[in-house]
């Protein structure tokens, strides 16, 4: 039996899961002190709800991460400050985004997890890293249903032109 035949925790990982991996921390940790700054920003406390919970997911997936890095001797990324908490009151009403925009910037980053979710799983040859990736995009889909229920309630949404097909002339 070869390198791949025993317990995938005890397998090698390939430099393809490796860099996944990285990238992943990176992109994360840029993510958490953005969301960080975006939280300083929003104003509506479901958003804020929402805005917490992407932080809160994302500093999970890094520690699930990290863990495997660290395990197989390779360097961590490097991670900004964490970011103050400021009042919203105190940044100027033309400095500020609003939550519209903040709600649809967090919603179409989680769209590109989906996406590196999906990518990652496929390229994995081990398949506890294969299966860490579903997880992270079960858990990037709930949280991205949750942003477009907030969206369509709050009249946040922008939808693409709808196409209701040709009307019947009888």
């Not at 840029?30 to 500093?59: C, F, P, W």
């Not at 990324?77 to 649809?104: F, K, T």
């Amino acid at each position: 039996m070869g390198v791949m035949s025993r317990n995938p925790k005890d397998e090698p990982l390939h430099y393809g899961e490796i860099f996944t991996i990285w990238t992943n921390i990176l992109s994360n940790n840029g993510m958490i002190a953005a969301y960080q700054t975006l939280y300083n920003h929003t104003g509506d406390r479901e958003l804020a709800k929402l805005v917490e919970e992407s932080i809160v997911g994302m500093e999970e997936e890094n520690k699930q991460l990290k863990e495997i890095l660290k395990l197989n001797g390779v360097g961590l990324p490097p991670a900004p400050p964490e970011r103050p908490n400021a009042r919203l009151e105190d940044i100027p009403v033309g400095a500020r985004y609003n939550d519209p925009e903040i709600s649809a910037m967090i919603a179409g980053n989680l769209a590109k997890g989906l996406v590196a979710c999906s990518t990652a799983m496929g390229l994995c040859t081990r398949e506890d890293i294969a299966y860490m990736y579903g997880q992270f995009h079960m858990a990037k889909a709930q949280l991205g249903a949750k942003f477009l229920r907030l969206n369509k309630s709050k009249g946040w949404l922008v939808p693409p032109p709808l196409h209701v097909g040709p009307h019947d002339e009888r």
